[in-house]
């Protein structure tokens, strides 16, 4: 069946949307994708969400910004989808089901509290087709992470390339989540910060929404004491799975010095791809493919650090395995979506830590 899933992440870049051939287990075929990126004004907006949703303790509750916030969310999901069904002139009675992850202003799993802003129901309604959403709430509530959730969608797409085993799948948005598959269930857990503190950084001090392509950071200097320093938080050695919120390592927590732009850049960098190779002795075993997608896989200062920190490992871009970095994440979603209709297991044991393999999700009906 065709599904299309919608992705607002962490950075708060914009929307992703993707289409997607799937039966929830195996991948039939890839279609359209598209973008709508967030103007500063809306940007603004969602950084002042993510501001009052770190008081929320009712998930349902939206004061504030909160409100306006969520009513935007929801129109903009929809003008993204009505345009790109107009642009790709697809049918709406040819999709089975729009996957809708809603935007994230709060995520503490140790206390059973996760908020996505955005109306699954309304959105149903604007689109006349059926959308699946609040894909974490079950998960948290049960004792799970509830985050990552795609990396049932990772171990379907590792199915389709040749690459050395264990393969490792990591995604980095706002926060990087890595998925190790080597046969049976997926491993899975978030590996710290990922472009979240390097775009925040690049905003306070220039105006810019992040270092393009790397550029600051290549003429950086890393300074490796302060690495080690936020590396030695109690989160990067605790045993997987295990989940962040995207402001966990805000730089009041971490005590960020008065780099330069050039070293800030290069030393949040550091910081991330130090991140992601400390999580390797948590996994099974290390892996020997490491495959980038998410914003980070457009960086390619980012990538050479991680191809340096990941050695002797290879590490390449999805989009040099065929697959798309950009929208990972939205075709998930869509993947998610028709499981969530299937009635199949979304999160796992050893992705989120709940008890058994589990449902999401709920689906509204138009």
């Known amino acids: 069946m065709r599904a299309i899933g919608l992705m607002s992440g962490t950075s708060l870049d914009g929307v992703d949307v993707a289409l997607i051939e799937t039966d929830g287990v195996r991948i039939a075929g890839f279609g359209p994708v598209g973008y709508r990126p967030y103007s500063d004004g809306e940007r603004a907006l969602l950084r002042q969400a993510l501001a009052d949703g770190a008081a929320l303790t009712d998930r349902t509750a939206r004061p504030g910004v909160l409100a306006e916030a969520d009513v ?67 998960d948290v509530a049960a004792g799970g992470q ?104 805000a730089f ?8 330069t732009v050039a070293n800030g850049a290069a030393t949040l960098s550091a910081l991330t791809a130090a991140s992601v190779a400390r999580v390797v002795k948590r996994l099974p075993e290390p892996p020997r493919s490491w495959i980038v997608a998410g914003g980070g896989a457009r960086n390619p200062t980012l990538m050479k650090m991680l191809c340096d920190r990941l050695y002797p490992a290879t590490v390449e871009t999805a989009d040099a395995v065929g697959w798309s970095s950009q929208s990972i994440e939205a075709q998930a979603f869509a993947y998610l979506a028709v499981r969530t209709q299937q009635g199949l297991p979304i999160t796992y044991p050893l992705t989120t830590g709940v008890n058994e393999p589990m449902t999401g999700g709920l689906v509204a009906q138009p």
Not at 151 to 162: D, E, G, K, N, Y
Not at 252 to 259: C, E, M, S, V
């Open 252 to 259: 009041a927590n971490i005590g960020l010095p008065d780099f």
């Open 146 to 249: 509830g985050a990552p959730l795609v990396p049932v969608f990772h171990q379907a797409l590792a199915r389709s390339i040749t690459r050395p085993h264990p393969i490792a799948v990591l995604n980095v948005g706002g926060v990087a989540n890595v998925t190790f598959v080597n046969g049976g269930d997926p491993v899975a857990c978030d590996t710290g910060p990922g472009n979240a503190l390097i775009d925040d950084f690049m905003r306070a001090r220039t105006g810019a929404p992040l270092d393009r392509d790397g550029d600051e950071a290549a003429r950086g200097i890393v300074d490796e004491g302060f690495v080690e320093r936020v590396l030695a938080h109690a989160f990067f050695d605790q045993a997987c799975p295990k989940s962040l919120d995207r402001n966990a390592f």
């Open 72 to 138: 935007f969310i929801t129109r903009v999901h929809a003008e993204t989808v009505e345009a790109f069904l107009e642009a790709e002139t697809i049918d709406r009675a040819d999709v089975a089901v729009v996957g809708f992850h809603g935007q994230t202003v709060l995520h503490r799993p140790a206390s059973r509290l996760t908020v996505q802003i955005g109306d699954g129901a309304a959105l149903a309604r604007r689109l006349g087709m059926p959308v699946a959403y609040d894909f974490r709430a079950a």
